[in-house]
C-alpha cells in the first residue's frame, strides 16, 4: 500500500536559518509524483512544490527546495532564510496514476514547524 | 480569479441531521475531489470525480454522497451526520487526474456533529 511518512512532530527553526523537513515514502509504482503543501494556522492548504518520479532534477521554488533521493524513497523539503510566515503545518503528498483512484493525493501526518524571532 | 470555493465556513449539526456541502472552481478544471482533515492528520479522499458525469469513491465514503452538477460544480451531502464525521472537509481540482498535476484547495469547511 501507498504510504508517507512524516516523522517530526514538530520542529523550531531561528529565523533566517535554512531547516529541513524530512519525508519518506513507499510506492511500488514506478510512476509518481510528490507535493509539498503547507497549511498556516488560517487552515487553508497552500502548494508549495513539486517532483516527479522521473525528473533529474531537485525541484526548487523560491526560498523551497526539494532534496530528492529515489532511492532511499524521500523527499524532504528544504526552506532557506526562515521568516515568521512559515510558522505552519507542512504536509508531505505523494500522486500516483489516474488509474488509482482518480490520481488521489496521499498525505503525511504532517510536521509543525515554529519559526523563532 | 477565486480559484476553489468552499460554502459554507462552519456549520454545526446534531446528530441525524443532513446538509450539503458546495463546492466550485472557476479554473477549467476536469477533476474534482472531497477530503476529510482529522485532528493530527493528514488529508483522506472522500470521493472523487474525474470529469464532468462521473464521481466514484475513495478511501472513506461510508456516510457521504456527492454531485458532479457540472463541470464547476461538485457537492457532498451528509444523509445523515453523525459525530465521527466531526471534521474538516477540503474541496480540490486538478485540471486532470494525471500524477503531475497540481491539486488546488478551498478554505475548507469545519464541520462539527453534535
Known amino acids: 500500500a501507498q504510504k508517507i511518512t512524516q516523522t517530526q512532530p514538530g520542529m523550531f527553526v531561528q529565523e533566517k536559518e535554512a531547516v529541513t523537513l524530512d519525508c519518506t515514502y513507499d510506492t511500488s509504482d514506478p510512476s509518481y509524483g510528490l507535493f509539498w503543501y503547507k497549511q498556516p494556522s488560517s487552515g487553508e492548504m497552500i502548494f508549495l512544490i513539486y517532483q516527479g518520479s522521473y525528473d533529474q532534477q531537485n525541484a526548487t521554488e523560491g526560498r523551497y527546495s526539494l532534496n530528492f533521493q529515489k532511492a532511499r524513497k524521500s523527499a524532504n523539503l528544504v526552506i532557506s532564510a526562515s521568516q515568521l510566515g512559515d510558522s505552519a503545518m507542512y504536509f508531505c503528498?505523494?500522486?500516483?496514476?489516474?488509474?488509482?483512484?482518480?490520481?488521489?493525493?496521499?498525505f503525511g501526518q504532517g510536521t509543525e514547524l515554529s519559526v523563532k524571532p | 480569479n477565486a480559484g476553489v470555493t468552499q460554502t459554507p465556513k462552519f456549520q454545526v449539526l446534531k446528530t441525524g441531521q443532513s446538509m450539503t456541502l458546495q463546492c466550485a472552481q472557476d479554473m477549467n478544471h476536469n477533476s474534482m475531489y472531497w477530503y476529510r482533515q482529522d485532528p493530527g492528520m493528514g488529508l483522506r479522499l472522500i470521493y472523487y470525480?474525474?470529469?464532468?458525469?462521473?464521481?466514484d469513491k475513495g478511501e472513506v465514503p461510508n456516510g457521504y454522497n456527492v454531485s458532479r452538477l457540472n463541470k464547476r460544480e461538485f457537492s457532498l451531502r451528509l444523509e445523515s451526520a453523525a459525530p465521527s464525521q466531526t471534521s474538516v472537509y477540503f474541496c480540490?481540482?486538478?485540471?486532470?487526474?494525471?500524477?503531475?498535476?497540481?491539486?488546488?484547495f478551498g478554505p475548507g469547511t469545519r464541520l462539527l456533529v453534535l
Open positions: 470525480s474525474a470529469s464532468e458525469g462521473t464521481t
Open positions: 503528498a505523494m500522486r500516483e496514476a489516474p488509474s488509482n483512484q482518480g490520481g488521489k493525493l496521499i
Open positions: 480540490a481540482s486538478s485540471t486532470t487526474g494525471d500524477l503531475q498535476e497540481t491539486q488546488y
